[in-house]
């Protein structure tokens, strides 16, 4: 089975592609969902910020390094 950071990586970017993490009350992330309709997601009630495929990965990144530590 792969990660997803491991699926992003291998498959490439896609432009216009967004994402939401929402995380746990710890900072820990919970779920990574995409977004299928970006510019409809922002209209609603209280949106999560969005991230781009680059910001995604690198935010997967971040979080193993810090649970590595």
Same mark, same amino acid.
């Given at each position: #089975?792969?990660? !997803?950071?491991?699926? !992003? %990586? &291998? /498959? ?7 994402? +939401?993490?929402? &995380? =746990?009350?710890? @900072?820990? +992330? &919970?779920?990574? $969902? #995409?977004? =299928?309709?970006? $510019?409809? =997601?922002?209209?609603? %009630?209280?949106? &999560?910020? #969005? =991230?781009? @495929? %680059?910001? !995604?990965? $690198? +935010? !997967? @990144? @971040?979080? $193993? /390094? %810090?649970?590595?530590?």
């Amino acid at each position: #089975m792969t990660s !997803l950071k491991a699926h !992003l %990586k &291998r /498959q490439g970017t896609v432009r216009g592609r967004r994402w +939401i993490v929402k &995380r =746990y009350a710890n @900072d820990a +992330i &919970r779920e990574v $969902k #995409m977004i =299928y309709n970006p $510019k409809e =997601y922002e209209k609603g %009630k209280n949106p &999560r910020p #969005m =991230y781009g @495929d %680059k910001a !995604l990965i $690198k +935010i !997967l @990144d @971040d979080e $193993k /390094q %810090k649970n590595n530590s």
